[in-house]
């Protein structure tokens, strides 16, 4: 038995991907659930505007964060500031009469934060919640749901399909052929393309039809949002199949990617209540980002001009992954004299 | 037409997988490359197909549309079925229609395959895998054909069937080079290159190189010296460098007395 136990963990030293699994994943779940596990919004932004809008924004505490106080602001600006995602929290106030509490129900965990602060307070404002009247968890949850199967059929299904092509040794027959890199990689990538773009609408109608979550806004840009974000994790599937022999380690390696966006991205905890040292890196995925979109836009309506940062940052983020990944696969197909390396055996 | 390779070599960082390796393979005839495992074949095919480039030396080989290639694996997609397989190679070389029929017809019963058609490649066996990846190698009728130890772990029926199709496309016009382990089935080709450690050990027609062995091969119940005997059926073969005291029983050499003689004569000549 002896013999065995020292062979196993021979054999563990040298898979970095299992030891990363064992040694890296309960730390970061660690972090993550001990820094980043935190439903409770500390710091909500909000505005205050209207003619009473100084002594009202003078009444709110923590959590309310008051960025902004404009007497001569009315409720149409705040229910634009609340769409376009540049505040949590609209007060409306007027000459007399009790001042009006506009929250945004797309932010849900913020959104209840607000409600219960206000209800702790006591306070004699009338709360509206905009965008999710009931505060309904499945509206918040199912754009983000969205972004989530994309990145898991992007990402897993595309670099299982890769792989299976490099296992099965048929990867180098392609690579001999008469195609162009270009083509085998288009070729390979189309597929996936075409199947998550099918699954994007299923899983939008289905989501719209079965939980009764709205779309409020424009079809076009969401369909460009999902199509960037698309381009995004088929890259990191080409990528990850680039440094992958077989399909597990393929699978091992699109968990270790897909699981900080799903803990990190703001589909679960809110990002506004986690601390920076664990939010920064929320900021690194991609995930983040379709999120904000699909939100943004189905539940608020929001438009182009409040979204660009994430559209860029997602265009970026296609490029950089994409053609990386592309080099490397191209390098894969059509090696030189130093990328030469002595092909794994194939698979019977 | 010859193609083939020139002087060439391969380093894969610090190791030498081919090192100032010439091999012809002339149109017409079936050129076998043979060696252990690491002596360098899969790289020299690889170079043939022009999956690797030499660090130094040239390569004739034709354009990649007329080039036919077996890699090691049965160089078929597994979760396609035989004719799906056979239709996904004939688009790739833009074969028309009638054409591909009749070459998936011609081919497919060669191979005894033609009534697979509908049977995914996951669920044949080795040697029909194999016989389709050779059929899939030769559908555009290539000038060069590359095959990277076609034979290895195929039942004995499925090699000679095998043969038969590669002697024929040779027959045809084809210019064929396949690797293998086995050196009976190198004695078959028209010409043999045997590579060790990345160099070649030996190489002309199996009978010019199998005249040319470096001392005798003897037959013996007991070899005198076990670093220079190797077991064939119930006896020893045994070689005796030139010059050696004469003992045991003269046998005719064959390729594999030769390829094994070549060797220690080299390392005797190194020591």
């Known amino acids: 038995m002896w013999a065995m136990i020292v062979k196993e963990f021979r054999e563990l030293r040298r898979d970095r991907r299992t030891m990363a699994m064992l040694v890296g994943l309960p730390l970061v779940l660690l972090v993550v659930f001990g820094y980043a596990a935190n439903f409770n919004v500390s710091k909500i932004d909000t505005e205050v505007l209207g003619p009473q809008a100084q002594q009202v924004a003078a009444r709110l505490h923590a ?261 990386v990944a592309i080099l490397r696969f191209r390098r894969d197909l059509a090696p030189n004299v130093r990328a030469a390396e002595p092909e794994p055996a194939a698979a019977p | 037409m010859t193609f083939g390779a020139e002087h060439i070599t391969v380093r894969f960082g610090d190791v030498h997988a081919l090192q100032d390796v010439t091999l012809d393979v002339p149109t017409g005839a079936v050129t076998a490359v043979v060696g252990g495992d690491g002596a360098g074949k899969s790289t020299l095919m690889r170079c043939l197909v022009g999956k690797v480039v030499p660090e130094q030396g040239s390569l004739r080989r034709p354009p990649k549309q007329q080039v036919g290639y077996l890699p090691s694996g049965s160089g078929s997609w597994r979760d396609l079925t035989v004719d799906e397989n056979v239709e996904f190679v004939g688009r790739v070389y833009r074969l028309s229609r009638s054409a591909l029929d009749g070459r998936r017809s011609e081919l497919l019963r060669a191979a005894g ?75 078959r080709a028209s010409a043999v290159l045997v590579l060790d450690e990345g160099r070649a050990a030996l190489s002309g027609r199996p009978d010019e190189v199998i005249a040319a062995i470096p001392g005798r091969v003897v037959q013996v119940a007991h070899p005198a010296d076990r670093r220079h005997a190797w077991r064939r059926g119930r006896s020893f073969h045994e070689w005796l460098p030139d010059g050696s005291p004469a003992r045991g029983n003269p046998v005719l050499p064959d390729l594999e007395d030769t390829i094994v003689a070549e060797m220690l004569y080299a390392r005797e000549v190194s020591r």
Do not use: C
């Open chain 1, 63 to 323: 959590p309310f964060d008051v960025t902004r106080v404009d007497p001569s602001g009315t409720r149409a600006q705040a229910e634009d500031d609340l769409r376009e995602n540049r505040i949590d929290v609209a007060v409306v106030t007027a000459t007399s009469g009790t001042p009006v509490v506009l929250v945004d129900g797309s932010a849900l965990f913020t959104a209840q934060s607000a409600v219960s602060a206000l209800h702790r307070a006591g306070s004699s404002f009338q709360i509206q919640v905009l965008f999710n009247p009931d505060l309904k968890t499945s509206w918040v949850m199912v754009p983000a749901l969205i972004g989530l199967i994309l990145a898991f059929i992007g990402t897993i299904i595309t670099s299982l399909g890769l792989v299976r092509e490099r296992q099965a040794g048929t990867l180098e027959q392609l690579a001999v052929m008469p195609f162009r890199p270009s083509d085998v990689i288009a070729g390979k990538i189309a597929p996936y393309f075409g199947l998550a773009a099918l699954d994007l609408l299923l899983v939008t109608v289905i989501g719209v039809v079965l939980f009764g979550v709205p779309f409020a806004g424009s079809v076009a840009l969401f369909a460009l949002a999902g199509a960037i974000f698309l381009l995004v994790v088929l890259g990191l599937g080409v990528l990850i199949s680039t440094v992958s022999q077989n399909q597990g380690q393929a699978i091992q390696t699109a968990i270790l990617v897909l699981l900080p966006q799903v803990l990190l991205s703001g589909m679960i905890f809110p990002l506004a209540a986690m601390p920076w040292g664990v939010r920064w890196i929320g900021y690194l995925l991609p995930l983040t980002y379709f999120v904000n979109i699909s939100q943004g836009i189905m539940l608020r309506g929001a438009s182009f001009a409040s979204l660009w940062p994430s559209y860029l940052v997602l265009t970026v983020m296609a490029v950089a992954v994409l053609g």
């Open chain 2, 113 to 187: 395959l033609l009534d697979v058609g509908n049977r995914l490649v996951r669920n044949l066996s080795g040697g029909m895998r194999q016989k389709l990846g050779f059929v899939l190698a030769m559908l555009h009728r290539p000038a060069l054909v590359v095959l990277d130890e076609p034979s290895t772990g195929v039942d004995p029926v499925s090699r000679v069937e095998l043969w038969r199709m590669i002697a024929e496309t040779a027959a045809d016009g084809a210019a064929v080079v396949m690797s293998t382990t086995y050196v009976d089935e190198a004695e």
